[in-house]
């Protein structure tokens, strides 16, 4: 048994440790709550730096699509971007500061922000915890060619590719102007790859079929040919021209009311410019047409249509009107007019494709345009159906057939965040 001088003796050693724990708390308490405190605004402030950086990063290549795709003044490139994280900071609920600098080359666009907060412990530590900061550069870096434009500002599937379709843009850009958020569509099948996608509004579909994914919220861009003339003519030289069976090479002129090359048809355009007035050219039932330097102008509401069994081998101007355009379509046609390539032997189509009020459809099992130097396409909308690979080169240099200046003049960088 214990004696009670020994329960006393330890009843006194605990009462004096207590007291000497409790003592040492309350002088380390000062220190762990500042500990804490700064902690805390640590955590803040990584917070808001990381919140920072995305709106930076997002800002500079906003920045940077507005100088490569508009052309514009570095006023306008400032506004853009003031305007982005205006908005972007909003959801932050926090004022921010925006310094944006333009190289003097134009090559780049460097985007810094700062947010000034007010924490409570850090500033006893350091000065330097407030403004937080973020900068970021993006940068253009080489040339990247257009080769198509979807023209439509508002619909959904402006660009729309489906069941076993593949669009492969070599070294060159697609662009979609609609604003809609699925302006851009590729099904699980489907799939685009090109040096730079860019839609004005969003994309839906297999991300995978992709490559890269779209670049979304680009700038539109105006039509590129919206200012090239039309050709001229007068009355009609050949009407209803029907060639069916049997070997023929046809002249410039004017064809009213369509043209139709059916049943084993073998047609040779001779260089020049044929106008379609109204009606229907139409190639099928196994026939073939071809043509060095032709282009078709298409006034009246007239359409074309190559026929799956037919063999198609044509192209563009070298000068004249339509220097650099295989296909150009009345701007006072009716809206929705639909032209149509289901050719399983169509390809080569050297030149423009330029439809401003209708949709071009591509609906083959085989590759087209893959033997052309270099197939451009400008429309209002674009839609690839069953499996059809349309290759759009973009080898300028390798034949005669020039570019359209409004597309040289089009060309723009792929934008790198560089800092």
Known sequence: MFSMRYIACIAKFLVNEAGALALSFAVAAPALFVVAGVATDYAFM??????LQTVADAAAITGARELSLAQTQTSQVTAVVNNFVKASAASYNSSVSVATTIASDGTSVDVTLSRVWAPFFAQLISNDVTPVVASSTATLIGSTKVCVVGLDETSSDTVYLTDKATMTANNCAVYVNSTSSQALYAGSSASLKSTLTCTAGGYYGYTAAFEPAPLTDCPKISDPLGDRAPPSFSGCDYNKMSIVGT?????????????????????????????????????????????NNVGFYLTS????????????SLSAPK???????????????????????????????IGTVYLSQ????????KPVADQSAYTAIVVRSLKLKAGPNLVLNSNYDGTDVPLPLGLKNLAGSRIALTK
Do not use: H, M
């Not at 064809?255 to 050219?281: Q, R």
């Not at 209708?358 to 083959?364: C, F, P």
């Open 358 to 365: 209708g949709y071009l459809q591509v609906d083959a099992n």
């Open 247 to 291: 070997n023929v090479t046809l002249t410039p002129g004017t064809y009213c009311s369509g043209l139709k090359i059916d049943k084993g048809a073998n047609v040779t355009f001779s260089p020049g410019i044929y106008i379609i007035d109204g009606g229907n050219f139409t190639v099928g039932g196994s026939s073939s047409i071809s043509g």
């Open 46 to 51: 990584v917070r808001y730096r990381t919140q």
């Open 319 to 349: 000068d004249g009107a339509l220097a650099g355009i295989l296909f150009f379509e009345d701007r006072n046609n009716n809206p929705d007019l639909v032209d149509k390539i289901t050719s399983d032997d169509a390809r080569s189509l």
């Open 301 to 312: 509401n007239a359409t074309f249509t190559f026929k799956k069994d037919s063999v198609v």
